[in-house]
């Protein structure tokens, strides 16, 4: 078959699920089928030659909206693309649309003022996840074969999760002038910290393909330049040492996640692998939180005027008061911009980050939960959701694993388990030491072999 006519069963595909799923809020019909016409008339150009794949809204694609699904920015157009959006069309890939986002990138689920609500194709009554929520969405529904996203607080892990999918965060290099908004368009900023590009893909070969094409060095930018750091590829899982996370200040996983873990803990052992237990201090884990919520705040709060400042902290610090986990000073710190606290809160992130490194350095691979349980039903006044019969603050289940290594800046891969009970999809992460994303790579494509492999949802098309 043609890659003309392979984007073409895409688009009917699309047109039939996009209205359920609001995966897609913009769609390159004319100008995907002359890319795949043309992919039929050239030799392959490299990897992803006529693969469809779609790009989180909030990348700069020219003459393409990238409004982030915020107000201010509802006509705002891009006026040249990202280079790491360059970088997949320049290995053959065909762009079919752009994929929804919240407002800001800024939550667990995809919602917002300008673009309707995106829903989970396991169950449409739940969430895909945020902030690359469309992206997943349109993956695990077969509508593309890669997404391209971006994570400062699990934005390409409980997306992933949620939807069955791989999905990678590397270690720490979200750069303010890659193509990424925020920052907001016309904003110089030279604070960029604890955000992550990566792809989303239903394999894990797929998911190095994409990998290996985005984060090619940029000499002249000086960005993702390559680090001399050993990789663990063994042959077979036996020759990886595991550590497992169960336990965040008291918080642990649902019965979904719990059993997914404990089955995952059973296999690997099966295979000949040590597994053994991480237990994360409760006075580390609080200044984990905290410092990821006040630096959040500097990140999110630099282009931001004084009023809509004010308005986030008034918003988020609503959320933060109903958990279990309180850290509305450091939000409000954050968002204050002093420079004197931010050198302050920078230096406490480089403690926190050797401690969390001296705690796993015994280990290759910590597996921890993505959020407490699968995806919820839509929930856009924040309120609690419920787990196991029980009520936990939407922060509680929605962050802790994730912003840990945000904080950090450790890489992680998510891995799908397979199904609940109830047919919704269960993921796991797999945190690595700081550029060991080959390891984490190496790793998923032996998950995968062993079985722990994307399940389609059962659409009715």
Same mark, same amino acid.
């Given at each position: 078959?043609?890659?003309?006519?392979?984007?073409?069963? $895409?688009?009917?595909?699309?047109?039939k699920?996009?209205?359920?799923?609001?995966?897609? +809020?913009?769609?390159?019909?004319?100008?995907?089928?002359? *890319?795949?016409?043309q992919c039929?008339?050239?030799?392959?150009?490299?990897?992803?030659?006529? &693969?469809p %794949?779609?790009?989180?809204?909030?990348?700069?694609?020219q003459?393409?909206?990238?409004?982030?699904?915020y107000?201010?920015? $509802?006509?705002?157009?891009?006026?040249?693309?990202?280079?790491?959006?360059q970088?997949?069309?320049?290995?053959?890939?065909? %762009?079919?649309?752009?994929?929804?986002?919240?407002?800001?990138?800024?939550?667990?689920?995809?919602?917002? =003022?300008?673009?309707?609500?995106?829903?989970? =194709?396991?169950?449409?009554?739940?969430?895909?996840?945020?902030?690359?929520?469309?992206? /997943?969405?349109?993956? /695990?529904?077969?509508? &593309?074969?890669?997404?391209?996203g971006?994570?400062?607080g699990?934005?390409?892990?409980?997306?992933?999760?949620?939807?069955?999918?791989?999905?990678?965060k590397?270690?720490?290099?979200?750069?303010?002038?890659?193509?990424?908004?925020? =920052?907001?368009?016309?904003?110089?900023?030279?604070?960029?910290?604890?955000?992550?590009?990566?792809?989303?893909? $239903?394999?894990? +070969?797929?998911?190095?393909?994409?990998?290996d094409?985005?984060?090619?060095?940029?000499w002249?930018?000086?960005?993702?330049?390559?680090v001399?750091? =050993?990789?663990?590829?063994?042959?077979?899982?036996?020759?990886?040492?595991?550590?497992?996370?169960?336990?965040?200040?008291g918080?642990?996983?649902?019965?979904?996640?719990s059993?997914?873990?404990?089955?995952?803990? /059973?296999?690997?052992?099966?295979?000949?692998?040590?597994?053994?237990?991480?237990?994360?201090?409760?006075?580390?884990?609080?200044?984990?939180?905290?410092?990821?919520v006040?630096?959040?705040?500097?990140?999110?709060?630099? *282009?931001?005027?004084?009023?809509?400042?004010?308005?986030?902290?008034?918003?988020?610090?609503?959320?933060?008061?109903?958990?279990?986990?309180? /850290?509305?000073?450091a939000?409000?710190?954050?968002l204050?911009?002093?420079?004197?606290?931010?050198?302050?809160?920078?230096?406490?992130?480089?403690? #926190?980050?050797?401690? #969390?490194? $001296?705690?796993?350095?015994?280990v290759d #691979?910590?597996?921890?939960?993505?959020?407490?349980?699968?995806?919820?039903?839509?929930?856009?006044?924040?309120?609690?959701?419920?787990?196991?019969?029980?009520?936990v603050p939407?922060?509680?289940?929605?962050?802790p694993?994730?912003?840990?290594y945000?904080?950090t800046?450790?890489?992680?891969?998510? +891995?799908? *388990?397979?199904?609940?009970?109830?047919g919704?999809? &269960?993921?796991?992460?797999?945190?690595?030491?700081?550029?060991?994303?080959?390891?984490?790579?190496?790793?998923g494509?032996?998950?995968?072999a062993?079985?722990y492999?994307?399940t389609?949802?059962?659409?009715e098309?």
């Amino acid at each position: 078959m043609s890659y003309e006519q392979q984007v073409k069963e $895409r688009f009917e595909r699309i047109a039939k699920l996009n209205p359920k799923l609001n995966a897609f +809020v913009e769609l390159f019909h004319e100008q995907a089928l002359q *890319t795949a016409r043309q992919c039929d008339q050239i030799e392959p150009r490299g990897p992803l030659h006529g &693969v469809p %794949i779609s790009i989180k809204e909030c990348y700069a694609l020219q003459g393409t909206a990238t409004t982030i699904n915020y107000p201010p920015l $509802r006509n705002y157009r891009a006026d040249k693309t990202s280079m790491l959006v360059q970088r997949l069309i320049d290995a053959g890939a065909v %762009i079919v649309g752009k994929s929804n986002v919240p407002a800001l990138l800024a939550d667990a689920q995809t919602f917002g =003022p300008l673009y309707p609500t995106a829903n989970n =194709p396991y169950d449409l009554s739940c969430t895909p996840g945020g902030s690359t929520g469309g992206g /997943a969405a349109a993956l /695990a529904a077969g509508l &593309v074969d890669l997404e391209l996203g971006s994570d400062i607080g699990g934005s390409i892990r409980n997306p992933s999760h949620f939807c069955g999918l791989y999905g990678l965060k590397p270690t720490e290099n979200g750069h303010a002038h890659d193509g990424h908004i925020p =920052p907001l368009p016309g904003h110089d900023v030279g604070i960029h910290m604890m955000n992550s590009t990566g792809p989303l893909a $239903r394999d894990a +070969v797929r998911l190095q393909q994409a990998y290996d094409i985005l984060y090619q060095p940029d000499w002249q930018q000086r960005f993702y330049l390559p680090v001399a750091c =050993p990789q663990q590829q063994p042959e077979s899982l036996a020759g990886y040492r595991f550590g497992y996370l169960d336990n965040f200040m008291g918080l642990g996983a649902g019965s979904d996640v719990s059993r997914a873990m404990d089955k995952t803990i /059973a296999d690997l052992r099966a295979k000949g692998a040590t597994v053994e237990k991480i237990n994360l201090d409760e006075q580390l884990a609080r200044r984990l939180l905290t410092l990821w919520v006040e630096l959040f705040g500097f990140v999110m709060g630099q *282009t931001l005027s004084w009023p809509v400042r004010k308005l986030i902290y008034w918003q988020y610090s609503k959320l933060l008061k109903r958990s279990s986990l309180p /850290a509305t000073k450091a939000l409000r710190s954050g968002l204050g911009l002093s420079l004197k606290r931010l050198s302050a809160a920078l230096k406490e992130r480089d403690e #926190v980050i050797a401690e #969390v490194n $001296r705690l796993y350095a015994h280990v290759d #691979v910590v597996i921890s939960p993505t959020s407490l349980g699968p995806a919820f039903p839509h929930n856009h006044k924040h309120e609690s959701i419920m787990l196991d019969g029980e009520k936990v603050p939407y922060v509680d289940y929605c962050f802790p694993f994730v912003m840990l290594y945000n904080l950090t800046g450790q890489p992680v891969l998510t +891995v799908p *388990t397979g199904l609940n009970d109830s047919g919704l999809p &269960v993921g796991l992460s797999f945190a690595a030491k700081h550029h060991q994303e080959h390891t984490l790579l190496h790793l998923g494509k032996l998950l995968e072999a062993a079985g722990y492999q994307h399940t389609p949802p059962q659409l009715e098309v």
